[in-house]
């Protein structure tokens, strides 16, 4: 997969998934587009790549969209940013659940909106990567408002598919399980869950970013012309235990 002369924005692209495609991308040839917190991370990875960078909290609705508008145009969109908490229903709070709503599904809706008005003001085609997570399908303790904010993601790039894809822009997710990133730290260091969840991957391992990134790169790319729509497990056949 060739993307020379081709821009493509990836969020959350300073750590794991983000930060291994915005490689795989730049080594393949792409204008890259940096947008995450951490500026820190940003330096680091235009130090390595040459990419350009924006930093913003897409906590936050409003610098989200100047975020977007400011990154614009891009051939390519991959919402990759997410964050996660883990609480178990009982104690989960009114707070936690929006942070996670905002973070993992309004943001991508936000950055989706312009990438797509700009892609059409161009008589541009294009093609979106939303990062979702097995998570969506399957009710992890502990990950309610992760869980939630997830399948909220499914269900928007679905919609997203049906209204974009008349328009040209091809929309899919992916729904990768646990993927040896930072967040995966948080999430899975307990040794007991981590054994129970490697159990049910009958290829016995977890995902690396790259494993991850590869299946970005590869549904953004014209080898994929015909795929709208999915949410597509990036999981070792975890989801047929
Ligand atoms: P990491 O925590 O390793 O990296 C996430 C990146 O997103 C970081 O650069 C982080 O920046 C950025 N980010 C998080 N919150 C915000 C925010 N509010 N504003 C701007 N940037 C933000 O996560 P992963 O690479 O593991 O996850 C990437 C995606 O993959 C997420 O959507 C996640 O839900 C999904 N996923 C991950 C799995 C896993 O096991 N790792 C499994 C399935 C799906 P900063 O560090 O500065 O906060």
Known sequence: MDFS??????TGAGKGIGRATAKMLAARGAEVIALTRSQDDLDSLAAEIGCRTIAVDLADAEATRAAALAAMPAD???????????DSFLDLTPETFDLLQA???RAPMIMAQEYARSALARGAKGAIVNVSSVSSFIG???HAAYCASKGALD???????????RLGIRVNCINPTV????????????????GRMLSRIPLGHFASPEEVASVILFLLSDE??????????????????
């Open 5 to 10: 002369g081709k821009s493509v924005l990836v």
């Open 76 to 86: 390519y969109l991959v919402n990759n940013a997410g964050t996660t908490a883990l």
């Open 103 to 105: 973070v993992n599904v």
């Open 140 to 142: 992890f303790a502990d």
């Open 155 to 165: 269900g928007l790039s679905r919609v997203m598919a049906n209204e974009l894809g």
């Open 179 to 194: 993927t040896l990133t930072p967040m995966a730290v948080k999430a899975w260091s307990d040794e007991e869950k981590a």
């Open 224 to 241: 994929a012309s015909m795929l709208n729509g999915l949410a597509m497990p990036v999981d070792g056949g975890f989801m047929i235990n």
